[in-house]
């Protein structure tokens, strides 16, 4: 299975300056976190290699990066919205 975040998007959350935090993620609900980590995983462009995986296995592919730490969740107060990326492009 391939790693959907070797490559990430270029986001604008690369720069704390900007007002941008990061959120532990088991800081919030379980209601709350799941939204996130559920469009995350459904965005287009987030590709999985050449195999299809259902929503419900992305999302349990995104839940286990986030707890191994491989993910970091910001918050851009704003744009008000939630992003992950993977935690080696987080400057902050």
Known sequence: MSDAFDNPPDYSFDDAEDGVIEIPYQS???VAL???VEEFAS???TDY???EYSLSDKVTQVEKQL???HLTLLFDPVSESCQLI???DWKG
Request: hydrophobic fraction near 30%; charge should be positive; glycine fraction near 22%.
């Open 67 to 69: 707890k191994a730490g």
């Open 28 to 30: 919030l609900s379980a």
């Open 34 to 36: 799941a939204g996130i």
């Open 86 to 88: 993977n935690r080696r």
């Open 43 to 45: 965005r287009d462009g």
């Open 49 to 51: 290699g050449e195999y």
